[in-house]
């Protein structure tokens, strides 16, 4: 009984952790890095505007007030938090420029590692729905090295691209996109990021430490 407990109790364990990231969702249309604090907006709330109208609407009694523009220095660590160390079977640290993160992985029967941070922070448009081809992306602007980046995200959930083509997510500020700073495409959002001020879902590490809780009430009792 002991050992059915400690295999059960150890595969919970397992499982919570296995997923656990650095990037938790909310309830509010954002996500937090845990690691900095900053609460994000997700991908697919501002893209009905500009870049630029975006930029305008951060002051007090505005559209986005309380939000700021992402950083470069925001943008590489939060992609860092959430992309590397998941164990994809392309990783890059430095694609282009130090930090610059390129990652992608899928392209079989057991799915993207990347799967659920992409779902957590959303995504801008939906490609073929319905057929075996469906595929999600997500664009997303701020202020790069070089005038305006952009970091792009791509998820295949058609049944055929779910098997044959790679999920991924990485940084692209080696080239200068300020003429999408006008663009109306519902394809590109604006990074916005402020201080979190929201309670994010529990996280499997939280259920992980429960876990291991009731392993230790258990294994008190039987050893008695």
């Given at each position: 009984m002991f050992k059915k407990i400690v295999g059960v109790i150890g595969f919970l364990a397992f499982s919570f952790t296995a997923s656990a990231g650095l990037i938790?969702?909310?309830?509010?249309g954002s996500f937090i890095d845990e690691t900095t604090g900053f609460e994000w907006m997700d991908f697919g709330i501002n893209n009905k505007d500009t870049y630029e109208y975006v930029s305008s609407q951060l002051d007090s009694g505005d559209e986005y007030e309380g939000w700021r523009l992402a950083t470069k220095n925001d943008v590489y660590i939060m992609m860092?938090?959430?992309?590397?160390?998941?164990?994809?079977?392309?990783?890059?640290?430095?694609?282009?420029?130090?930090?610059?993160v390129y990652v992608n992985d899928g392209?079989?029967?057991v799915g993207s590692v990347l799967y659920h941070f992409t779902d957590i922070m959303g995504y801008n448009r939906e490609l073929?729905?319905?057929?075996?081809?469906?595929?999600?992306?997500?664009f997303g602007l701020f202020a790069g090295t070089d005038g305006l980046s952009r970091?792009?995200?791509?998820?295949?959930?058609?049944?055929?691209?779910?098997?044959?083509?790679?999920?991924?997510?990485f940084i692209m500020d080696y080239t200068n996109y300020d003429s999408k700073a006008t663009s109306t495409s519902s394809s590109y959002s604006t990074l916005l990021i402020k201080n979190s001020s929201v309670t994010s879902v529990p996280e499997p590490p939280t259920?992980?430490?429960f876990a291991l809780g009731i392993f230790g009430i258990a294994s008190r009792k039987l050893l008695k």
């Open positions: 938790t969702d909310t309830t509010n860092a938090n959430a992309f590397l160390g998941l164990g994809a079977r392309h990783e890059n640290a430095n694609n282009h420029l130090p930090g610059s392209e079989g029967s073929n729905s319905g057929l075996n081809s469906e595929f999600q992306y997500s970091i792009e995200m791509h998820r295949m959930t058609g049944s055929y691209y779910d098997l044959a083509v790679n999920d991924d997510a259920l992980a430490i």
